[in-house]
Structure formats: structure tokens, C-alpha cells
């Protein structure tokens, strides 16, 4: 089964950046779109960034437009996002996801944990 470990959260002042990471397993990853979802507390989920399957065409929420990019490694099989200029609002739970096709709309059919970004004031 296809698996995804997020890493790279952490606690970082306002105007700081990360850059997360979604490590993937399995052979369908270079076929799949990949999504950035995040959630915080008394939130409902939502998606942050989006990546087809070459890398060709990505999507990003208004809130964090000219901010955050997405990216993909396929070799690696990985999938990054890099936060920049974050604001306290951008804290949440961060999800990668994979998608059920190379491009969307589309089900996601395999998430990852989560890691935790914080962002302080």
C-alpha cells in the first residue's frame, strides 16, 4: 500500500519560512497528482497547494498565493512545499495527499500523518 510521511514542520517566527516534505512509497507516485491540505484547530480541512503529475501545473489557495510553492521530485519520490513570508494564521496540521488521477478534481485516496507548523507572532 502507498504510504506518506510528512517532515519538516516546526516552530518559526512570523515572516520565516519551512520547507515541508512529503516522502512517498510505492510505484503509482509518478502518475498521481499530489496535494498540501492543512487544518487548524476549530477548522475544517483545506487544500493549500496542488501538483499534477509532471510537475506541469500547480494550484494554490488564495491565502497563500505568491507564498508557498509546490513541488515535485518524482525521482525522489517526494513532494515539497515551501512556506515563505508565513503569517501566524498559516499555523495548522499540514497533509500530504495523494491523488486518485494525474491532474483534478479528483478523490484522494492516500494521506499522510501530518506535521505540525507554528507560527508565532
Known amino acids: 500500500q502507498v504510504q506518506l510521511v510528512e517532515s519538516g514542520g516546526g516552530l518559526v517566527q512570523a515572516g520565516g519560512s519551512l520547507r515541508l516534505s512529503c516522502a512517498a512509497s510505492?510505484?503509482?507516485?509518478?502518475?498521481?497528482?499530489m496535494a498540501w491540505f492543512r487544518q487548524a484547530p476549530g477548522k475544517e480541512r483545506e487544500n493549500v497547494a496542488l501538483?499534477?503529475?509532471?510537475?506541469?501545473?500547480?494550484y494554490y489557495a488564495e491565502s497563500v498565493k505568491g507564498r508557498f510553492t509546490i513541488s515535485r521530485d518524482n525521482a525522489k519520490i517526494t513532494v515539497y512545499l515551501q512556506m515563505n513570508s508565513l503569517k501566524p494564521e498559516d499555523t495548522a496540521v499540514y497533509y500530504c495527499?495523494?491523488?486518485?488521477?494525474?491532474?483534478?478534481?479528483?478523490?484522494?485516496?492516500?494521506w499522510g500523518q501530518g506535521t505540525q507548523v507554528t507560527v508565532s507572532s
Open positions: 501538483i499534477n503529475w509532471n510537475g506541469g501545473s500547480t
Open positions: 510505492g510505484r503509482t507516485f509518478s502518475s498521481r497528482a
Open positions: 495527499a495523494m491523488g486518485s488521477g494525474s491532474s483534478w478534481p479528483m478523490v484522494y485516496d492516500y
